[in-house]
């Protein structure tokens, strides 16, 4: 897990951004759906797809990749301006 500041209106860096790496596809598709459908949450990166405000649960089924054996090949970065 990573978290980093983050700019937000008037370039200032009063946001942040948390990123998982390694995410397995379930835990991907729960995470980004319900994590995002929060008001904290302004971004959701899964993988290499940002999107602005929720994501569907269908839009992350297409978005997170499968596993690889026992291993998760998913990123999410949730973003907060707050």
């Known amino acids: ?19 998982y790496t390694g995410v397995p596809q379930e835990a991907c598709v729960t995470l980004a759906t ?7 949450i ?20 297409a978005q997170c990749v499968a596993d690889t054996g026992s291993a998760g090949n998913n990123t999410l970065k949730f973003k907060s301006l707050t």
Do not use: C, D, R, Y
């Open 1 to 19: 897990m990573t978290v980093q500041p983050e700019t937000s209106a008037g370039n200032n860096k009063t946001g942040f951004s948390v990123s």
């Open 34 to 40: 319900k994590l995002s459908q929060t008001s904290v």
């Open 42 to 61: 302004a971004e959701t990166t899964i993988n290499t797809t940002t999107t602005i405000g929720p994501v569907s649960a269908a839009l992350t089924g």
